[in-house]
Every structure is written in C-alpha cells, then in structure tokens.
C-alpha cells in the first residue's frame, strides 16, 4: 500500500538541524517484516496549507499474532508520526469492532504507548523493541474492555451519551 508521505525525505523547514526525520515510508516496511499487514493510512486536515504532507499521521496495522480474548473486534498496531514537529513515533494498541466503524485506542491510564523521539540516531534499533512493549500489552486491552462492557449503565447515563 503507498502512501502521501513516500517521498517526503525534508523535514518541515521551522524545525532545527537537532530534528531527524523518521520516514514513515521507511517505518512500514520495517513493520511490515515483522508479521504485520498495513490495514489503513489516515492524515490529519491541515489548517496551513504550506504544513500539507508534513502533518501527523497514522498508519494502522493488523496481525494474526495480535488476538484478543474479544471476538467482535481485532486488535491493530497504531503508528503515529508527523513530520512537522507535532508528534514523535508514537506505537499504541488499538481495538476495532465493526458496528458504527469507531476503534477504541488503549489509553495511556490502561496501557503505555512508547513514544520515541525525532533526535539520535538509534530510532530504528529501538522499533522492534517498541513494537514488541506495545504488543505485549494485549492482556491490558482485553481487561479494560471486560471493565467496560461490565458497566452497566442507567437509562440517564445513556440518555448523556445521545
């Protein structure tokens, strides 16, 4: 699957010479050679045109390695990124079950992202491990949704939810 952001190979021209760029399209297929399939890619609106293919981004992965005690959903790999400075490499969990196309991203208070910076030199050697911390966490997951779907809910905590 290509993306927007292939051949970006600048970073945003604001950021300081202290700024490295890590290339989401150098990123996936180091991913993908680790057993997952890139599911999605999505780019946030930018307000500044001049930050267009610059901007923070996702890549969404699937697994059959990632399997969660939950059968209406699957859990995904999520890589966030930019370009402009906004965002390190972020790697979280994430859970998607088709009923209204919504995903429930593994919170920080459940699960830990691992966030890696734009500076040294040693980002890629670090990706594996980050991929494997975040990977771990699917017992979290599992227990955060057992937390949720337990809830049992009034009819005036529903009717806030409308």
Same mark, same amino acid.
């Given at each position: ?10 970073p ?20 993908e050679?680790?057993g997952?399939t890139?599911?999605?890619?999505v780019?946030?609106k @930018? ?11 996702r ?7 990632l399997k ?10 999520l890589?966030?990124?930019?370009? %402009?400075?906004?965002s390190?490499v972020?790697f979280?969990?994430g859970?998607?079950r ?6 429930? @991203?593994?919170g ?10 734009h ?18 966490? @699917?017992s979290?997951? %599992?227990?955060?949704? %057992? ?5 049992v ?10």
């Open positions: 699957m290509t993306t927007q952001f292939e051949t970006l190979d600048q945003f021209h604001t950021l300081s010479d202290k700024y490295k760029l890590v290339k989401t399209s150098e990123l996936i297929p180091k991913i050679g680790m997952f890139l599911e999605k890619f780019a946030n @930018v307000r500044n045109k001049e930050k267009q293919g610059f901007q923070k981004h890549a969404i992965f699937n697994s059959p390695n969660s005690q939950h059968n209406d959903g699957h859990v995904q790999l890589l966030t990124n930019s370009h %402009d400075g906004t390190g972020i979280q969990l859970f998607f088709l009923v209204c196309a919504n995903g429930l @991203v593994l920080s208070s459940v699960g830990s992202p691992i966030s890696l910076r500076s040294g030199n040693d980002l890629y050697n670090k990706l594996n491990a980050a991929v494997l911390d975040v990977t771990n966490q @699917v979290k997951l %599992d227990a955060s949704i %057992d937390r949720m779907k337990s809830k809910m009034s009819t005036t905590d529903t009717m806030q939810f409308i």
